[in-house]
Every structure is written in structure tokens, then in C-alpha cells.
């Protein structure tokens, strides 16, 4: 029977394999030390501290500019436009985290502890909209529900109505679109972690409850929900900060959130400053959900003191409750991908023409290589970093590893801000000392290049590299290290020979994930992109809010494809944490 406890401890947690990998990358702000080696001033320590301080600079950066600006119009914003961006952000922050939470933990428990048909495939698909870009979705409900889409067209023709005045029908530009739309590809976060904790619950505390006259339902609110509160909170604030970094959706429903703000004051009022200050009251947002989802986590902890693969009996569910079950677990399927993945195809097929060509082609060569030298550079300093961990501790250390992982909670928009300040300031001070000392213009060297953006990529991904490694880390014996030491290793090659052979698989996995998250990443490539370049996103952007969502079909279509294959991998992977027997 699990025993719980008072004191300000973390939850047991679960073995670590590649779908646990994901969930301890995600949380991306609890760093234990692997071992418990001495201080060590090195190369790996001093590494992480530079490491530390290029990673954090873009945000040091959006404070300074925001705090003395070139031209101060934070009053002027008080007084107009930060009071409905405030308000409109938290409105869209409720919804989602509502929407999230019941579909994510709701379809969760049925997969996990009922049986019904259809089950063992809504195991893995209910993840499969996480492939979905936001933004993309919007645009195709906008077209499909629009009054000149064909839903409208039906009823009009069906029931003979002729103008808008006759009928009443929702309207999907607004704040509960934009929420609706969110919920229906964010919810697998919830999901995902959700599931990992229903897996991992003790049997016996299930069975107890139910043995003291608790129905399943009543199980499932008194005793389910609560032993895995920890993972939901963490589910839920990750789905929250993927809503506050959203542009594409927001912008396209015109609807007023922080992160618009800071695209709206920055680019339309040619105010950086002003922007910078948006910024900070987003980044505000961003720390309130971390202290929130560390506060909920320390509050209760619990362990299992009994066998941890005790597998758990099914409830076998019939008749109608059974088909409830299978239309609660397909409707978010449905509505989350399927629609729209079969629209964009049925636009990519019918426009293929229009949207095979040339300028496709560079588009989608130049996520890939953006989005490969990400997922290379990522995996790259995540491993470093995961092994300065290995090697020693001490508080500055852990301090410095626990702000890394902060860049993947920071939103793009607010990453762009902070990035292209100092950027553009060396660019500009170089330009000057070249023209007065060589009469040369060095333009726009790095500001301008897609170093930036490659820079901002590794910036808000690099804390899923670093998690994953990290918990690949913790698979390797401690004796495999003093082994090779004593046969006269250095680090470097005790890491070289004796680590990577055995993280092939989370390698590979923390590549998969950073590129796919590069390919979908929007604001900051807005922002952030050299002058007449494109990638897929800001190019299904343009068209998108050019009404051509057919022209863009192709690379919408692309951009799932792209981010299907590992969603299919990862959630197989998930199902593979404990059989369960039916009753």
C-alpha cells in the first residue's frame, strides 16, 4: 500500500526508458545530480557556466531593454493595451488549461484501466495531434466553417437560408475558437503524462478503494486523479506554455494576447523597447507557471512499497458505456487531426500544381537544414552539459543546469526580443569600427544570417536535448564509469568509448524531438529570419493569412508528416510500460 508523507520530497519516479526520456525532458526544470562526486573546476564546469550565460542571455537582454528603452511608452501602454493583452491571455490560459485537462486525463484513464473497443489503437493515435501545429488547424477550421466554407454552404442549401440574418452559427475568429483550437493539439501533453502515471500507480491502493465501496468513477476522482496529480500539473503547464508561445493561431483570429502585443508594438508602432516590456509581463506569466507547477508537486509526494509491475485489472466495459468510452477517446482524434490532416490533403492534391515548384522546394530545404543543424547542435551541448552533470555537483552547478532548461519555458516571440537586441547592437558597433578604420561596411554580420535563428533554436530547445541525455545518464551504471577510469580513461573517453554506444537510442531521440519542434516553430522565424528567406512555417503563414490556405496546404501537409512518424514512435513506446489484463 503506498504510504504518504508530509515532507517536502518528489514523487518516486518511474523507470526511465526513450517515452520516459520525453517526460523527464519535458519537465525541464528538476535536474538531480547523477552522482555525488566532488566540486570539479574543469572543462566540463566551466563549459556549463558559458553555456549557461550565452543561453541566458537573450532573456537578460529583454530585461535591460525593458527597464531603460529608448523611448519609454510603458505608461501609454498601461493606459491602452496591456489591460485587454492581460486579459484576453488569461481568458485563452483558462480554456486551455480546462480543455487539456479534461480530454488529456479523461481519455488517459479510459485507455489505461478500461476496456472497450477500439482501445489498444487510441493508445498510441490520441497522441497523434500533437503532430498538428496549432496555427495549421486554425486555418483549416477557418475555411471549413468561414460563412463561405462549405459547412455554411450545406446548411444554406439544406434548409434554404440566404443571408447570415436567417441562421445563427459560431463564429471561429474569436477567443473560444482560438481556445478550442489549442485544446484540440495540446491536450496529448496531458495526455501523455497523464497515462505515464496511471501506468505507474500502485495496484493495491486501486484495489483498496474499490474493495471499500468506490465505484470505478468515484476511484478514478478520489484515488486516480490525485496520485497523479504531479504528472497532470506538469502536462498542463507545458500545454500552457505552448499556448502563451502561439502567434500563428492568435494572429489569424485576431485575438489580443501578450504574444501578438509584442508582434503588434515591436513591428507595427517600430517600438523594441515597448515590445521588450510586453515581453516581460509574458515572461511573468512563464515563472508564475513554473513556482505553480513546483508548488503543486511539493505539497504531497507518495511511494509504492510494493511491487511496482503489479499488473492492473481492467474494468471491461459493454453495451452503450463501452461505445461512449470509444466516442470519447475518437472525438478528440477526430476533430484533432483527422479532419484536418484529410483537408490538407484533398488541398494539397487538387493544388498540387500551385504549390509544387521551385519556391517549395527551397522552403523545405531550408527547414530541414535549419531544423537538422538544431537537433545536431542541441544534442551536441545537451550531452555535454547532461555529462558536467555526471561528473560532479555542487549547488552553482546545479543552479546553472536548472537555468538552461529555463529556455525551452521562455515563449519565441520573447527569445526574438531578447536575441536580436544584442545582436543587432554588436552588428552595428562593428559596422561603425569597420567604416571608420578600413572605410568598409560589414552590414548586417550576424543579426542578418541564419546564425540568429539557428542561435534561437538550440536557445528554446536545447532543455529536451539536455533531459533526455540526462535521463539516459541515469541508466548507466556508476561502476562503468570507475571501470574505465582505473584502464586509464579520461572523461573524454570514458564518454566517447563507454556513454555513447550505450545513448544511441536518446540520442536519437532528443534529435527527433528538437526537430520536430524547429520545423514547427513559428514567432522566433518570423521575428528572427534573414530578408527573402522562408521556411515552411512562415510560409504556410503568408499564405494562410493571404486566405490561400490551398497554396499552403502542401507544406502544412509537409510539417505533420514530419512531426507524425516520431508522435507514432513515442506513444508505441508509451505502451510498451506495463501490460494490463481485462476482466
Not at 230 to 259: C, H, K, Q, W
Not at 479 to 508: E, F, K, M, W
Not at 532 to 551: C, G, M, P, S
Request: aromatic share 10%; glycine share 8%.
Amino acid at each position: 500500500m503506498p504510504q504518504w508523507s508530509r515532507r517536502q520530497t518528489e514523487p518516486t519516479r518511474a523507470p526511465v526508458n526513450e517515452a520516459g526520456a520525453l517526460d523527464h525532458a519535458l519537465r525541464a526544470a528538476d535536474v538531480p545530480p547523477v552522482r555525488s562526486g566532488a566540486w570539479r573546476f574543469d572543462l566540463w564546469t566551466i563549459g556549463s557556466f558559458v553555456m549557461t550565460a550565452v543561453i541566458l542571455m537573450p532573456v537578460v537582454a529583454v530585461l535591460v531593454l525593458a527597464l531603460f528603452p529608448t523611448e519609454n511608452i510603458w505608461p501609454h501602454l498601461i493606459d491602452t493595451v496591456l489591460p485587454g493583452y492581460v486579459r484576453t491571455t488569461v481568458l485563452l490560459m483558462i480554456g486551455v488549461c480546462v480543455g487539456t485537462f479534461v480530454i488529456g486525463t479523461g481519455t488517459a484513464w479510459l485507455v489505461t484501466m478500461c476496456q472497450f473497443p477500439g482501445r489498444k489503437v487510441f493508445e498510441w493515435a490520441l497522441l497523434i495531434p500533437l503532430a498538428m501545429p496549432a496555427y495549421v488547424i486554425a486555418y483549416v477550421y477557418t475555411d471549413l466553417l468561414d460563412y463561405a466554407g462549405p459547412v455554411q454552404v450545406l446548411l444554406r442549401d439544406l434548409f434554404g437560408w440566404a443571408t447570415p440574418r436567417e441562421y445563427w452559427f459560431p463564429d471561429i475568429r474569436t477567443l473560444g475558437g482560438a481556445t478550442s483550437m489549442m485544446v484540440l493539439v495540446l491536450y496529448p501533453y496531458v495526455y501523455l503524462l497523464s497515462r505515464a502515471a496511471f501506468l505507474e500507480q500502485s495496484v493495491g491502493v486501486l484495489e483498496a478503494s474499490r474493495t471499500l465501496g468506490c465505484t470505478p468513477w468515484q476511484s478514478f476522482i478520489r484515488v486516480g486523479l490525485p496520485l497523479a496529480r504531479p504528472s497532470i500539473v506538469v502536462g498542463l503547464t507545458l500545454a500552457l506554455m505552448e499556448a502563451l508561445n502561439d502567434f500563428g493561431t492568435v494572429d489569424y483570429f485576431a485575438v489580443r494576447t501578450l504574444t501578438a502585443g509584442i508582434f503588434n508594438v515591436w513591428l507595427h508602432m517600430r517600438n523594441l523597447g515597448g515590445g521588450a516590456q510586453i515581453a516581460v509581463v509574458l515572461l511573468l506569466f512563464v515563472i508564475a507557471l513554473i513556482l505553480l507547477e513546483r508548488g503543486a508537486r511539493r505539497k504531497k509526494s507518495y511511494h509504492n512499497t510494493g511491487s511496482r509491475n503489479t499488473p492492473v485489472v481492467r474494468i471491461r466495459l459493454n453495451g452503450w458505456i463501452a461505445w461512449s468510452a470509444m466516442a470519447a477517446c475518437a472525438l478528440p482524434l477526430l476533430l484533432g487531426f483527422i479532419i484536418p490532416a484529410t483537408q490538407l490533403a484533398v488541398y494539397a492534391v487538387t493544388h498540387f500544381e500551385e504549390s509544387w515548384n521551385a519556391g517549395f522546394a527551397t522552403y523545405a530545404r531550408n527547414s530541414l537544414i535549419l531544423s537538422g543543424s538544431a537537433a545536431l547542435a542541441a544534442v551536441t551541448l545537451g550531452l555535454f552539459l547532461a555529462y558536467a552533470a555526471r561528473l560532479g555537483k555542487g549547488p552553482i552547478l546545479t543552479t546553472c543546469l536548472r537555468m538552461v532548461s529555463l529556455g525551452y519555458a521562455v515563449p519565441g516571440a520573447v527569445l526574438a526580443v531578447g536575441i536580436l537586441y544584442p545582436f543587432g547592437m554588436f552588428d552595428n558597433a562593428l559596422d561603425a569600427w569597420m567604416r571608420a578604420t578600413f572605410g568598409i561596411s560589414t552590414g548586417l554580420l550576424l543579426s542578418g544570417s541564419m546564425f540568429i535563428l539557428l542561435y534561437a533554436y538550440v536557445v528554446r530547445f536545447l532543455a529536451l536535448s539536455y533531459g533526455t541525455m540526462e535521463a539516459g545518464l541515469t541508466r548507466v551504471k556508476p561502476t562503468l564509469d570507475d571501470a574505465a577510469r582505473t584502464l586509464g580513461r579520461t572523461p573524454t573517453g570514458v564518454l566517447r568509448q563507454v556513454h555513447i554506444p550505450i545513448l544511441r537510442g536518446s540520442l536519437l531521440t532528443a534529435a527527433i524531438l528538437v526537430f520536430v519542434d524547429s520545423m514547427k516553430e513559428l514567432p522566433a522565424t518570423l521575428l528572427l529570419r534573414p530578408f527573402n528567406f522562408d521556411t515552411l512555417a512562415t510560409h504556410v503563414y503568408q499564405f494562410a493569412k493571404d486566405e490561400q490556405i490551398e497554396r499552403a496546404a502542401l507544406g502544412a501537409l509537409f510539417i505533420v508528416l514530419v512531426g507524425l512518424v516520431p508522435t507514432i514512435v513515442l506513444s508505441r513506446a508509451i505502451s510498451q510500460g506495463r501490460e494490463t489484463p481485462t476482466t
